[in-house]
C-alpha cells in the first residue's frame, strides 16, 4: 500500500503540474495542437499513421504517404514508434490525432518524472530528493526550448535503463539486465539520437558498477550477450531501413551544419524567451538555449561537501562533465569563438557509424541535466539535513518550496493554435471526394518554400483522405520537393503550367488537388484552372467551396533506348549561340563546370553537335547541377541535319525528363531524350522558349547511339 500510494502521489503531483504549466491546454485537447502548427503536426501525422500501420502488423510502415515517390520516408525524420506503441490504441478509439498528440505531450511529462523519482529513489533513498529530482528533469527550462519537439520531452525511459543497469550490478539477475535493456530501446525508439546519446550515461554507470563490484564472470559475459542480441533483433530492421536510405538518397549532416548546432559553452547560461521567469536570459535561441534552472544547479552544487555519498556524486558529476563537453560537438566554442582544440565529439564522428546522421550535438544537454537532476536530489538531501533534521513536517515543506520553484522556472508560455482533426471546412468536401477516388498519388498546390505551413497540412490530411502525395515537410527534404517549391518551381512559371502537368504526370502523380484561395498570383491559378477545365491530360475535375480536384491522364510509357554505346567527345565537335568559349566544359567529365547562354532564354538559343561519321543517335543526356535546376531548355528542338534536309527528332518540354531525372540523381539530374532512328553527321538543339530570369546551361552533354 504505501508503494502504491507513493506512486499514486508521484504521478498525481506530475499530473498537476503538467496541467498548471500549459494551461490553457487541457480547454482545447481535442481542437488544439499543443506549441504550434510546425512540428508538433508533423509529430500527430506521424503518431497517426504508426497507429495505422500498428493496426497493419507495421507492413509499410517505413514508407509513409509523404514526398512520392521516393522510398521510406518516415526516416526522413523520428519514426516515433516508442510513443505510438502507447498511444496507437488511443488512434483507434478516438479517431483525433489532435487529441493523442495533446495527450502524449503532458504524458511526457509524467513519464519523464516518474523514471527520474525511480533512479534518484533508488541512489538516495529518500521520497524528498526524489521528488526534487523529478521536478528538476520534468520542469526544468531546457524543455521550453523543446516544446515543439515531443521526441525530446518523452525522455523518462533513459533514467529507467540507467536505474536498472545500476540495480543489475546488486542483483546479477538477467531480468534486470534485460529490463535496462528494454528502457533503452523504448528511448531509442522514441528518439533516434539516444541510440548514441544513451550510452554514454549507461557506459559510465556500467564501467563504475563493475569497477565497484570487481565482478566479471562468465554468466556476466553471457547476460551481456543476451541483452546485446535483444537489441540487435529490436533496431536491425531500423538500422537496415536508415541504411538504404542513406545510401540511396545520401543522407547525412554536413560537418559546417553539424557544428552551427553544437552547443558553444556560453549557451548553457541562455533560455528561451517562452519562459515567464528566466525569458531572454543569454543570446542563444532554439538548440542553443541549454539553461538548466538556478535551484538546480545550486542544489548539484550543494552535493559537493556529501562524503557518505561521494562516490555517486562523482560519477554522476563525471556523467554531466562528459555530457556538456561532447555538446560543444566537433569545434568547441565560448561566446561564438573556437576554443582552439578539437572536441571527442570529432573523433567519435570518424569512428561512430551513422553519427554523422544527427545533427544537432547540443541535444545532449538532456543527459547532462539528467546527471543534473540526480545531484540536485544528492544536494536537497544535504540541504533538508542541516535545516530540518528533526522535523518531517519541516523537511516536508522545504522539499514543496523547492519544487514549486524548479517548476516555475521552467514555466513556459505555451502556444496553442486551433487545429480541427478533420481538417479545413473549407476543403472538407474536396478531400471527401479524393478519398473516394482509388489508390494514387497526389500533389497539392500551391507549393512553395514560403508557406512550410501548408505543407504540414497537406501531410497531416493523408491521415484523412488515404493517398500519397509528393508534397510533405520533415528533417529532411526530397529533391524533388525542393525543386517543386522553389523559385525555379515550373508549377510557379507563368505559360507552363501545362507542361507542368504533363511533368506530374510522367512521375505518377493522378490527381491534382488545388486550393484556389491560397494563390497569391491570380494569373498563375487562372492559368492552371483553364489547363485543368481545357487540357486533354485532365480526364475529370471537380470544384468546390475553395478547392479543385482534378483527375490526371495516365502517363504513356517513357520511351526506352534500347541498347545504346556512348559516342566519345573525341568524336563531337560542338559550335553555339552564345559563350563558344565554354563549350569544352560539355565534354570535361566534371559535373560542375558547365556551358552556359549567359543570358536569359529568349528563344534563339542553339548548340550545333558535328559528328565524325553518321551516326544512329538515340540518345541525348544533358546532365545539370543543383545550382542550375531552373537553367533547363524552356522549349527544346533536336534535329537531325543533313545538308539542306532537316529531321526533326524532338520537339517540347523536357519538364518529364527533368522530374525522372531528379529523382534518379538530386545532386546531378539529368535530361534523358531518347530520339527516333536517326542517320545524321549533325544534331542541332534549339532553344525556343523564354524565360525572364534563367540562362540555358548544361554541365555534361553527352550522346549515345544504337549498338
Known amino acids: 500500500m504505501a ?42 501525422w506521424i503518431l497517426g499513421w504508426d497507429a495505422d500501420r500498428i493496426r497493419h502488423g507495421l507492413t509499410g510502415v517505413w514508407d509513409a504517404p509523404n514526398f512520392f515517390p521516393y522510398r521510406h520516408t518516415l526516416l526522413y525524420s523520428e519514426h516515433f514508434l516508442g510513443v505510438a506503441l502507447f498511444t496507437a490504441p488511443l488512434q483507434w478509439v478516438t479517431r483525433n490525432p489532435v487529441l493523442v498528440y495533446n495527450l502524449a505531450f503532458l504524458a511526457s511529462f509524467v513519464i519523464t518524472g516518474c523514471g527520474m523519482y525511480v533512479l534518484a529513489r533508488w541512489l538516495t533513498g529518500r521520497r524528498g530528493g526524489a521528488f526534487i ?12 526550448s523543446h ?33 535496462s535493456t528494454l528502457f533503452y530501446l523504448l528511448q531509442t525508439l522514441t528518439t533516434g539520437y539516444f ?125 554531466l562533465i562528459a555530457a556538456v563537453v561532447l555538446s560543444l560537438g566537433p569545434s568547441p566554442r565560448l561566446f561564438g569563438h573556437s576554443l582552439g582544440v578539437s572536441g571527442p565529439y570529432a573523433w567519435l564522428l570518424h569512428v561512430v557509424p551513422g553519427l554523422d546522421g544527427l545533427r544537432v550535438p547540443a541535444r545532449l544537454a538532456v543527459v547532462a541535466q539528467m546527471a543534473l537532476a540526480v545531484l540536485a536530489a544528492f544536494g536537497a538531501m544535504w540541504l533538508i539535513d542541516i535545516v530540518a533534521p528533526k522535523s518531517r513536517a519541516l523537511g516536508i515543506a522545504v522539499v514543496a518550496i523547492l519544487m514549486i520553484l524548479i517548476a516555475a522556472e521552467g514555466w513556459a508560455t505555451l502556444g496553442t493554435p486551433e487545429l480541427d482533426p478533420r481538417g479545413d471546412s473549407r476543403d472538407r468536401e474536396a478531400y471527401a471526394y479524393l478519398k473516394s477516388l482509388p489508390r494514387g498519388a497526389a500533389m497539392e498546390l500551391p507549393s512553395t518554400a514560403e508557406n512550410v505551413l501548408s505543407e504540414f497540412l497537406y501531410q497531416y490530411m493523408t491521415l484523412i483522405h488515404g493517398h500519397p502525395i509528393v508534397n510533405g515537410h520533415s528533417g529532411y527534404l526530397t529533391p524533388l520537393s525542393v525543386w517543386l517549391r522553389g523559385g525555379h518551381s515550373p508549377l510557379r512559371e507563368a505559360g507552363r503550367q501545362s507542361d507542368a502537368v504533363a511533368m506530374l504526370r510522367s512521375i505518377g502523380v493522378k490527381y491534382l488537388v488545388v486550393h484556389r484561395q491560397d494563390y497569391e498570383d491570380p494569373s498563375l491559378r487562372k492559368e492552371l484552372l483553364r ?13 468546390f467551396e475553395e478547392a479543385t480536384v482534378a483527375v490526371l491522364a ?32 560539355l ?6 563546370s558547365r556551358w ?17 561519321r553518321a551516326r544512329d543517335i538515340r540518345l541525348v543526356r544533358m546532365q545539370l547541377g543543383t545550382r542550375s535546376f531552373g537553367d533547363y531548355p524552356r522549349d527544346l528542338a533536336i534535329d537531325a541535319v543533313d545538308g539542306p534536309t532537316t529531321q526533326n527528332l524532338f520537339h517540347g518540354s523536357v519538364l518529364p525528363q527533368l522530374a525522372v531525372g531528379i529523382i534518379a540523381d538530386g545532386d546531378y539530374p539529368f535530361i534523358d531524350i531518347v530520339l527516333p532512328q536517326n542517320w545524321s553527321k549533325t544534331l542541332r538543339l534549339s532553344q525556343h522558349g523564354s524565360v525572364r530570369t534563367f540562362y540555358w546551361s548544361t554541365h555534361e552533354l553527352q550522346l549515345f547511339e544504337r549498338q
Do not use: C, K
Open 554 to 585: 495516365p502517363s504513356e510509357p517513357p520511351a526506352v533506348a534500347g541498347p545504346v554505346t556512348r559516342v566519345l567527345s573525341a568524336s563531337i565537335t560542338a559550335r553555339a549561340s552564345d559563350s563558344e568559349d565554354r563549350l569544352p566544359f
Open 531 to 543: 489547363v485543368i477545365e481545357q487540357d486533354p491530360q485532365i480526364l475529370a475535375h471537380q470544384t
Open 3 to 44: 508503494r502504491a500510494f507513493e506512486a499514486i502521489t508521484l504521478i498525481a503531483v506530475l499530473g498537476t503540474l503538467a496541467t498548471v504549466t500549459t494551461y490553457p491546454l487541457i480547454r482545447g485537447l481535442t481542437t488544439h495542437l499543443a506549441g504550434d502548427l510546425g512540428d508538433p503536426l508533423l509529430v500527430t
Open 133 to 144: 529530482a523529478a521536478i528538476a528533469f520534468a520542469f526544468n527550462p531546457l524543455r521550453a
Open 587 to 592: 565534354f570535361d567529365g566534371d559535373r560542375d
Open 195 to 319: 541510440a548514441y546519446f544513451a550510452l554514454l550515461p549507461l557506459s559510465i554507470v556500467g564501467v563504475y558498477e563493475l569497477w565497484r563490484s570487481r565482478w566479471l564472470a562468465a554468466r556476466q559475459l553471457a547476460n551481456l550477450a543476451i541483452a546485446v542480441t535483444l537489441v540487435i533483433a529490436v533496431m536491425l530492421p531500423v538500422v537496415r531501413a536508415y541504411s538504404e536510405l542513406r545510401q540511396e538518397s545520401g543522407q547525412r549532416r554536413s560537418i559546417d551544419e553539424i557544428t552551427s548546432l553544437s552547443a558553444d559553452l556560453s549557451d548553457y547560461a541562455s533560455a528561451s524567451p517562452t519562459l515567464r521567469l528566466w525569458g531572454g536570459l543569454g543570446s542563444g535561441r532554439g538548440e542553443h538555449e541549454l539553461f538548466p534552472g538556478a535551484i538546480a544547479l545550486s542544489l548539484a552544487l550543494l552535493s559537493v561537501p556529501m562524503r557518505d555519498r561521494s562516490r555517486l556524486v562523482g560519477l554522476y558529476a563525471a556523467i
Open 147 to 179: 516544446v515543439s519537439h515531443l521526441q525530446l520531452l518523452v525522455i523518462g525511459w533513459l533514467p529507467l535503463s540507467v536505474w536498472a543497469l545500476h540495480r543489475y550490478s546488486r542483483t546479477r539477475r538477467l531480468r534486470d539486465l534485460l529490463l
Open 596 to 612: 552556359l547562354s549567359a543570358r536569359p532564354q529568349s528563344g534563339n538559343e542553339w548548340l550545333t553537335l558535328d559528328l565524325d
